[in-house]
């Protein structure tokens, strides 16, 4: 769907990478940064894309729009905040930029659980949510805002009613690259499915 009232796809850029040991963006998995996996995953869910990152964060060359105004804090609702106030009154879906494997079709399904009604859409996967690889309304924006400032995004988004979904079939799929044997996990995913 493209157009005026097309949702606009997010990369989130904006953590620390101090696990991994310097910045995740730039992290790459066969060659290729982590942040181009996410954004040839985005890209094929929604046709509008941009990547949401701190001033410093260091950053590949990437050839969409990018954003830096990130608080200086780590509080992961910031991105999402990011990019809700871009997108102008659509419906957002962000993913992380340290996710490089996950699957377009369950971005898309998150777009059409939000486009239906609900507040936001966010996948679980063994026992785990992802609200940083999730969709969101844009009605959600000021109760992100209007959040008590180290109030948890879970508890924001229980109040806010999002609804979860149950993604454990896509559980190898959602692997946050954290480490560096998150890094060498990736190669060996990305290897098996066929990726270039």
């Known amino acids: 769907m493209s157009g005026p009232g097309a949702p606009l796809g997010a990369i989130l850029a904006g953590g620390r990478g101090s696990r991994l040991g310097g910045a995740k963006a730039t992290a790459e998995v066969r060659g290729r940064p982590l942040l ?3 954004l040839d995953a985005l890209r ?3 046709p509008d894309s941009v990547v949401i990152a701190k001033e410093a964060t260091p950053l590949p060359p990437c ?8 608080p200086a804090d780590f509080h992961p609702r910031h991105g999402i905040v990011s990019a809700l106030r871009r997108a102008d009154g659509r419906p957002v879906v962000v993913v992380p930029c340290d996710m490089p494997l996950v699957p377009p079709a369950l971005l898309e399904v ?9 507040p936001a859409a966010i996948p679980r996967t063994e026992g785990r949510v992802h609200p940083l690889c999730a969709a969101y309304a844009p009605s959600t ?3 992100l805002e209007a959040a008590e400032h180290d109030e948890p995004l879970t508890v924001t988004l229980d109040r806010l009613g999002a609804v979860i979904l149950a993604a454990d079939a896509a559980a190898d799929r959602m692997l946050n690259v954290n480490t560096r044997a998150d890094l060498a996990v990736a190669e060996i ?8």
């Open 36 to 38: 181009a996996w996410a």
């Open 44 to 46: 094929e869910a929604v």
């Open 63 to 70: 050839d969409v729009p990018v954003h830096r105004d990130e």
């Open 110 to 118: 998150l777009l059409d659980v939000v486009q239906d009604g609900a």
């Open 141 to 143: 924006l000021r109760d």
């Open 189 to 196: 995913l990305v290897r098996r499915a066929g990726a270039a």
